[in-house]
């Protein structure tokens, strides 16, 4: 397994604080509920790139990758419901989690800000979602296993084009910006959450 897992000490390096076991717990009592989320995350993650795709035309370099980042992603989302499929697993409407919305919450409403601070925000997130297909892939049958370790490339990318996009669009330091979102986002993590999703803080209903 460790073989076929890439290098991943930049994402590691670059978020404040590991999953806790507790919510690792949580994923492998409810792998269901998980599929069902990370579905719902792959979507999220193209609707995310297809939206800065309509808002910012003029910035070429953003359009060709979050394009081909928004394929990237619908190409997991089929992947994860050919599993559901396989699997019989239903795929009910659930609640998002809080940790898309609170780093959301923290976005700037004036350019260039406001683009800065989602780029920063899609690198948080795709940081994060490798880190924990990596951390939750060793304790999964082995389809999923494979599965979740294909997407650690791919996701590793994304993170890096979304961080240096971020330090293109401005002529700041972006290095001040990302430490006070990481910041947001350890305590997103770090924090309590009621229900179980892929991005869930500490689950109280294990
Ligand atoms: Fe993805
Ligand atoms: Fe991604």
Redesign the pocket.
């Known amino acids: 397994m460790n073989a076929q897992a890439p290098d991943l000490s930049a994402i590691h390096e670059f978020l404040l604080c590991p999953t806790p076991d507790a919510w690792v717990q949580a994923a492998l009592a409810e792998p269901e509920l998980m599929l069902v989320d990370h579905a719902n995350c792959e979507k999220k993650?193209a609707g995310t790139a297809l939206n800065l795709m309509f808002r910012y035309v003029d910035n070429f370099e953003l359009l060709n990758k979050m394009s081909r980042?928004a394929r990237?992603?619908l190409r997991h989302f089929e992947q994860v419901l050919a599993i559901m499929q396989k699997r019989g697993i239903a795929y009910p409407h659930i609640s998002a989690s809080r940790y898309a919305a609170g780093l959301r919450a923290e976005v700037r409403s004036a350019e260039p800000g406001r683009l800065v601070d989602t780029l920063i925000c899609g690198a948080i997130i795709?940081a994060r979602?490798c880190e924990r297909f990596a951390r939750i892939a060793p304790q999964l049958d082995e389809e999923l296993q494979k599965f979740y370790l294909s997407l650690l490339k791919?996701?590793a990318r994304?993170f890096r084009d979304y961080l240096s996009l971020a330090q293109k669009a401005t002529d700041e330091d972006i290095a001040p910006r990302v430490q006070q979102l990481l910041q947001v986002e350890r305590e997103l993590v770090e924090g309590g959450d009621g229900e179980f999703r892929f991005h869930s803080g500490v689950p109280s209903r294990a």
């Open positions: 993650a980042l990237e992603e795709e979602s791919s996701e994304h």
